[in-house]
């Protein structure tokens, strides 16, 4: 009874447990399905338990994803899921944590010790003026407000005696812990950074039911890709494509796609520069908005860059901004597995030059200007993984499958954060929004299988 009821709740954007207690007692189609049973959010008074909401959508654990399973064999059996693509994204949502309680096992460190001193400097202020006359009810205040800085750094103390270690990333480094929900990450989106929850989909193309659906503690999509992936093995066939943006973009993530034969276009950071059909995207931008756009004012250089010299490829000279030439100092540098053409000016033109504060960092100290100009990458015979996806995706079928993609993943998250209202998780813990994900993503195929004819 409470699954029919969550589920509904869900299809009508009500998400909160006391929103669905309340449309238990005020909504028609509510009261038919609890049967009048009126059931409780979690009341203080009354102990979780199976029969609050909150408890039973915390509870169901492994439970949802066999419901899931379930749901996706109806949808199969309807002839639902095609397997021709599975397109995978993500979308960032806040959850039930507080972004200010983030931080580093040192960061919270250092505010312990801080609350500590200023409850230690604030009991020696006052002992010193117990003997003078005080203000009817300071000192009341001062005891209270020094009883909540001591336990503030008591509540930080217990933390850390708790969770001894910092939380790591995929490649080892320290990522900022959260007291309220530690499985929580601090994530930048277009709106801001929030502290929350990535939830991502695999959609399959045919009539975009979700076929797999997972909710993990971080910001970096690319160590998401490969256990999604192995996560639909079941639902796909040898020549199901897998298709991802440029988010999902690593070597190694395209080396194992390669390793395992496992047909996919995931797009990198430059398949649109290349795209000769956005070469005017530009002017379709819109302007930024000054109360979302959290980017940094660009930077102009302040010192002469390359692009400044005049540099001749076929000639092989090269002239800095004040006219004078510049010696050649190498042609077949190797940097960073590029080739580059390397020019230094001679010490007797860039000593006297008037223009030292704009062609140098370091004036008082480097004696002459060394500029490099690439020619593109070392010619060692061997073609990465990733030279060899930007060669599919740029090519004419590359671009058409590709292109599906949007069309599928897209639509499937707003219908869940626009239409169902899922614009938080209201959970905590990455195991209960996992749950709470796969929740309304189950509503999503349910739906599907409702308006392909299933009830009929």
């Not at 020696?124 to 205040?141: F, I, M, W």
């Not at 007291?179 to 045919?206: E, L, P």
């Not at 200007?369 to 995706?393: C, E, H, N, P, W």
Request: aromatic share 6%; charged share 25%; hydrophobic share 35%.
């Amino acid at each position: 009874m409470l699954l029919k009821v969550v589920l509904f709740a869900y299809s009508q954007s009500i998400v909160s447990s006391r929103g669905i207690e309340r449309a238990c007692r005020e909504h028609i189609t509510f009261i038919a399905l609890s049967g009048d049973s009126a059931p409780h959010f979690a009341p203080k008074e009354i102990p979780l338990g199976d029969t609050t909401i909150a408890a039973f959508v915390s509870g169901l654990g492994d439970d949802i994803a066999k419901l899931f399973a379930q749901v996706l064999y109806l949808c199969d059996r309807q002839g639902l899921i095609g397997r021709e693509m599975f397109a995978i994204d993500g979308v960032k949502l806040p959850s039930n944590a507080s972004k200010a309680k983030s931080g580093t096992r040192a960061d919270f460190e250092r505010q312990a010790a801080k609350l500590e001193s200023a409850a230690q400097t604030m009991l020696a202020r006052h002992r010193e003026n117990d003997t003078l006359p005080s203000e009817p009810g300071l000192d009341e205040k001062a005891q209270r407000r020094i009883a909540r800085l001591q336990d503030d750094a008591a509540q930080l103390r217990h933390w850390l005696t708790a969770n001894p270690e910092d939380r790591k990333g995929a490649k080892g480094s320290i990522r900022k812990s959260n007291r309220t929900d530690n499985q929580s990450a601090k994530m930048a989106t277009s709106k801001g950074v929030i502290q929350g929850y990535t939830g991502v989909a695999a959609v399959d193309d045919w009539h975009q039911i979700i076929v797999e659906a997972q909710a993990h503690g971080t910001g970096s999509e690319q160590e998401l890709l490969l256990p999604i992936i192995q996560a639909t093995q079941a639902m796909r066939t040898d020549q199901t494509l897998i298709t991802a943006d440029a988010g999902y973009h690593s070597e190694a993530n395209i080396t194992a796609l390669a390793e395992q034969e496992i047909p996919a276009l995931v797009a990198d950071t430059g398949m649109r520069k290349r795209d000769e059909r956005f070469k005017d995207q530009g002017k379709y931008k819109a302007l930024p908005d000054p109360l979302y756009d959290k980017a940094h004012p660009k930077k102009t250089a302040g010192h002469y860059r390359p692009k400044d010299f005049d540099y001749d490829p076929e000639a092989g000279t090269c002239r800095c901004p004040a006219g004078k030439s510049l010696y050649q100092n190498g042609a077949n540098c190797h940097h960073n597995g590029h080739l580059a053409v390397k020019f230094h000016g001679a010490l007797r033109d860039c000593g006297p030059c008037t223009q030292r504060d704009k062609c140098l960092r370091k004036p008082d100290t480097t004696k002459t200007r060394q500029v490099s100009f690439f020619r593109g990458k070392v010619a060692d015979g061997k073609v990465s993984y990733t030279d060899l996806m930007k060669r599919a995706i740029d090519s004419e079928r590359g671009r058409a499958l590709y292109g599906g993609r949007f069309a599928t993943v897209e639509p499937v998250f707003g219908n869940i954060r626009h239409n169902k209202g899922l614009d938080r998780f209201t959970l905590r813990g990455q195991k209960k929004v996992d749950t709470q994900w796969k929740l309304f993503c189950l509503v999503h195929n349910i739906e599907k299988l409702a308006h392909h004819g299933y009830a009929q």
